[in-house]
Each structure stands twice: as structure tokens, then as C-alpha cells.
């Protein structure tokens, strides 16, 4: 599902709300999370999932074009982890 599938979804559910509204709402919620995850700090959405940020540490690694070693720099990646309920629903 896209994002513009998922303003259209969420739009048709709530009628009180044009798709302007919904695209609105959808994209301030992303940045939402985003803006937390940049602060450092975690994001819970219940019966979802969680969002966080994980730090890969510093490595080394090969070209695969050349097989020459090469320092993977340390960095900060986003890590969802599903929520319960999710999982429930997505394993019957």
C-alpha cells in the first residue's frame, strides 16, 4: 500500500474529512515520527508496532567489485519491531 492508497483507505472511512484533510493529517503524522526518530526517541503505536533507532557500529567490510577491505563507518539506521496484535492478526 501506498501512501496516496492509504490517504484514499482513510478518507473513504471518515467522511466528516476531504482527501485534502486526510493528506493532511497522514503527512503530519509521518513527520511526526520521523521528527521523533531524529530526536533519538522511540515511537509506540499500540496493536502496531514500534519504531526506534538502532546504531550499527563502526566495521570493516569488502568491495564486492574489487574484494578490497574498506571501513564501514558507524551509523544510525530506523528499526520497526510489530507489535503483538499485529503479529496475531497476520499469523491466523
Given amino acids: 500500500m501506498t501512501k496516496s492508497e492509504l490517504i484514499e483507505a482513510v478518507s473513504q472511512k471518515l467522511n ?3 482527501k ?3 493528506e493532511l493529517i497522514v503527512n503530519s503524522i509521518f513527520e511526526s515520527i520521523k521528527d521523533a526518530l531524529a530526536r533519538g526517541e522511540k515511537v509506540e503505536i499500540r496493536g502496531f ?3 526506534r533507532v538502532k546504531e550499527r557500529r563502526e566495521r570493516n567490510g569488502r568491495n ?3 574484494g578490497e577491505e574498506i571501513k564501514i ?3 544510525k539506521i530506523p528499526f520497526f519491531r510489530v507489535g503483538k ?4 492478526r497476520l499469523n491466523k
Avoid: V, Y
Fill in 85 to 88: 496484535e499485529l503479529r496475531d
Fill in 64 to 66: 564486492p567489485r574489487t
Fill in 49 to 51: 508496532g514500534s519504531f
Fill in 16 to 18: 466528516n474529512f476531504t
Fill in 20 to 22: 485534502k484533510d486526510m
Fill in 73 to 75: 563507518e558507524s551509523k
